[in-house]
């Protein structure tokens, strides 16, 4: 089959691979019917962040099952399926308590020794835990939502969960990244009244207006504390949704969350020494909650959503390539022209 691989810092390849097979007898592979480019595999792809050269990458991905192990229960051959970005068993410790981030047998996707979700197939380790049906035909347009779900939406969800936003809350969020977008349609299915989005891009913003967004405001750092604060009756938001990952967003974040509230930081962390102003936040009572989302525990609700018609975060992608396209995409994504690509092989 053919995949992405990741040679360094500015250089990805559509490459043969093996053949996925079944090596365990929790495994499943999967037929991939489309991927997703992230944020994150950004940073490997910008040197920011490590990940080994000749390694198979991408996280995101929805498909139709080949074949399973002997073991497996919950799918078989034909199943449409979503997975988490990352793989877990369902019934350890943290499992149980939904925390499948952490899952004990668990991983991540890709590198030297795992198949990456921006493939023609992939080998799906501990099926029963990772793989979600979904009952839609493989072709339904549907499926464009249902593959942000293995991320960027739940990640979002997680934001708004962790901010504890609720009926009639005033939400803020910090970035307009797929992530961020997503945030503010989560706000605004846990029922936020005022959704209040940072962004200086006109695209972006247009988006997350559609999503639910009341009020867009182009400040960084000081001066969006500032714009929230001032949107707010001086007051602040009760729930900030922290999406980027960076000092200055998390700061922005927990300086301008109102005294008692709470703040849901899902970007992955950029700097080691991001949050330097834990008295600012002691002072003030301030919850700060949230972390790597645990995808595979929010899918289940989320599909149902989607299917629904209440939930629809496809709109993130603006961009569809074949496998061929994927390091045009890259490029694209990494130059700000596209937001997220979405890839079907
Ligand atoms: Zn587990």
């Known amino acids: 089959v053919r995949a992405t ?9 559509i490459e043969e691979v093996p053949d996925p097979r079944i090596e365990a007898g929790t495994d499943a592979i999967v037929k991939v019917v489309h991927a997703g480019i992230c944020g994150s595999d950004l940073w490997k792809y910008k040197g920011s962040s490590q990940f080994e050269p000749g390694g198979r990458i991408g996280h995101e991905f929805v498909g139709v099952v080949m074949e399973v192990g002997r073991e497996v229960t919950s799918v078989r051959a034909g199943d449409v399926v979503a997975a988490g970005f990352m793989y877990s ?33 992939v080998r799906v380790p501990l099926a029963d835990g990772t793989l979600v049906k979904v009952p839609l035909d493989a072709t339904d347009p549907r499926m464009a939502g249902v593959l942000a779900l293995t991320d960027v939406m739940s ?16 939400v803020a969020v910090i970035g307009d990244g797929a992530v961020g977008l ?10 936020a009244e005022r959704i209040i989005l940072a962004s200086r891009n006109e695209a972006r ?11 867009v405001i182009p400040g960084r750092g000081e001066e969006a504390v500032d714009e929230i604060r001032a949107l707010t ?37 950029q700097h080691a020494d991001a949050l330097n102003n834990i008295r600012s ?6 919850t700060l909650s949230g972390g790597l989302a645990p995808a595979r525990t929010y899918l289940p609700t989320l599909l149902d959503e989607v299917l629904a018609g209440r939930l629809d975060p496809s709109p993130v992608f603006d961009h569809r390539v074949g496998l061929a396209e994927v390091p045009d995409a890259y490029r694209a994504m990494n130059d700000r022209v596209v937001l997220k690509a979405l890839v079907s092989p």
Request: aromatic share 6%.
């Open 5 to 13: 691989v990741f040679h360094g810092p500015g250089d990805i390849r």
């Open 89 to 121: 068993d369902g019934t350890c410790e943290f499992c149980r308590h939904g925390l499948t981030t952490s899952c004990l047998n668990g991983g991540f996707w890709g590198g030297k020794s795992g198949d990456g979700g921006q493939g023609e197939a």
């Open 155 to 170: 990640t979002g969800y997680h934001a708004a969960r962790s901010a504890r936003v609720e009926p009639g809350s005033t």
């Open 182 to 191: 997503c945030g503010v349609l989560a706000a605004r299915l846990l029922g």
């Open 205 to 215: 913003a247009a988006i997350g207006r559609q999503f639910g967004a009341t009020d």
């Open 233 to 269: 009756c001086g007051l602040g938001p009760h729930a900030v949704l922290e999406c980027v990952g960076t000092a200055d967003s998390l700061r922005t974040a927990t300086e301008s969350v109102r005294p008692g509230g709470a703040v849901g930081y899902v970007g992955a962390p």
């Open 281 to 286: 936040l002691f002072s003030r009572n301030i």
